[in-house]
């Protein structure tokens, strides 16, 4: 079973950047072999994709709330993902939280199937 881990959450007041990593645990795990996503829930609030990689062609979603000011990325050679959040606004605050799909070329949480503990965003205004 992969096993991971999203961090880097915290307090950030609006307009400041975070960067959020995913890291794996698991011996041998690549996160290049899978889609990837970064998601997020508000209180209260469904869980929603914020910005994917599709594993059929390595494409990336952005949901239009973030697009142009969040970003994911890879670096294979620390086995992690990245979300680069910029311009930060009181309506991202949420728990985010990495996953991982086998083959998904939506970003829609059903089909992903190995999921991090969340890590906490609060951006205060």
């Known amino acids: 079973e992969v096993q991971l881990q999203a961090y880097g959450g915290g307090l950030v007041q609006a307009g400041g950047s975070l960067r959020l990593s995913c890291a794996a645990s698991?011996?041998?795990?690549?996160?290049?072999?899978?889609?990837i996503g970064w998601f997020r829930q508000a209180p209260g609030e469904g869980r929603e994709g914020v910005s994917c990689?599709?594993?059929?062609?390595?494409?990336?979603y952005s949901a239009d709330s973030v697009k142009g000011r969040f970003t994911i990325s890879r670096d294979n050679a620390k086995n992690t993902v990245y979300l680069q959040m910029n311009n930060l606004k009181p309506e991202d605050t949420a728990v985010y939280y990495c996953?991982?799909?086998?083959?998904?070329?939506?970003?829609?949480?059903?089909?992903?199937?190995?999921w991090g503990q969340g890590t906490l965003v609060t951006v205060s205004s």
């Open positions: 698991t011996p041998r795990f690549r996160f290049d072999d899978y889609a």
């Open positions: 996953a991982i799909a086998a083959y998904s070329d939506n970003c829609v949480p059903y089909e992903y199937a190995y």
């Open positions: 990689t599709s594993s059929s062609d390595g494409s990336t």
